[in-house]
T-cell receptor
Framework: ETGVTQSPTHLIKTRGQQVTLRCSSQ?????VSWYQQALGQGPQFIFQYYREEENGRGNFPPRFSGLQFPNYSSELNVNALELDDSALYLC????????????FGEGSRLTVL | SQKIEQNSEALNIQEGKTATLTCNYT??????LQWYRQDPGRGPVFLLL???NEKEKRKERLKVTFDTTLKQSLFHITASQPADSATYLCALRAGNNRKLIWGLGTSLAVNP
């Protein structure tokens, strides 16, 4: 148990729809990052939030957006879904400095039809 | 271009043997490198971190080495067990970059 929970665990959407994925971080962790993992691939960094501010972003278009709340929980929003957005979306939290280990949730499996 | 490479082929070994997984990188000067384990359909679990000024790190049956000249990290599992079967991912952070760069992972199967 990592103390990081994600919801929903599975969902199916159609092209063009919007989706919101949620993450509850481990207690005391003020940094959360989101990753996209396609089947057979390593995780791809989407973005990171530190104390409610985005402070790092990977090569993802603006239709991928996020929020971090005062209790350090967070959301990933994806607009105008495309077929290639089908993947496992992972949330990871950590505390403090850049060398901290990441604690991952079990992920949200998104299928876009 | 910058990239990380891990053994693309699955590794099959006999229980009790030592498994050795490789992580090679190019065009980075990593501040540190991490190894994670991932089981099917689940999130990665942190195993070990090794910094650029460290040659070797151990934790129970696990050992990681880091050779910045060869641009390579080796991950060893001694006295392997079937429960060690999983995909192992390496990830590195280069300098002050806030993102981790991940390899594709190597699938390990330990046969009883």
């Amino acid at each position: 148990e990592t103390g990081v929970t994600q919801s929903p665990t599975h969902l199916i959407k159609t092209r063009g729809q919007q989706v919101t994925l949620r993450c509850s971080s481990q207690s005391g962790h003020n940094t959360v990052s989101w990753y996209q993992q396609a089947l057979g691939q390593g995780p791809q960094f989407i973005f990171q939030y530190y104390r409610e501010e985005e402070n790092g972003r990977g090569n993802f278009p603006p239709r991928f957006s996020g929020l971090q709340f005062p209790n350090y929980s967070s959301e990933l929003n994806v607009n105008a879904l495309e077929l290639d957005d089908s993947a496992l979306y992972l949330c990871a939290s950590r505390y403090g400095g850049p060398t901290g280990e990441l604690f991952f949730g079990e992920g949200s499996r998104l299928t876009v039809l | 271009s910058q990239k990380i490479e891990q053994n693309s082929e699955a590794l099959n070994i006999q229980e009790g043997k030592t498994a050795t997984l490789t992580c090679n990188y190019t065009n980075y000067s990593p501040a540190y490198l991490q190894w994670y384990r991932q089981d099917p359909g689940r999130g990665p679990v942190f195993l070990l971190l090794i910094r650029e000024n460290e040659k070797e790190k151990r934790k129970e049956r696990l050992k990681v080495t880091f050779d910045t000249t060869l641009k390579q990290s080796l991950f060893h599992i001694t006295a392997s067990q079937p429960a060690d079967s999983a995909t192992y991912l390496c990830a590195l952070r280069a300098g002050n970059n806030r993102k981790l760069i991940w390899g594709l992972g190597t699938s390990l199967a330990v046969n009883p």
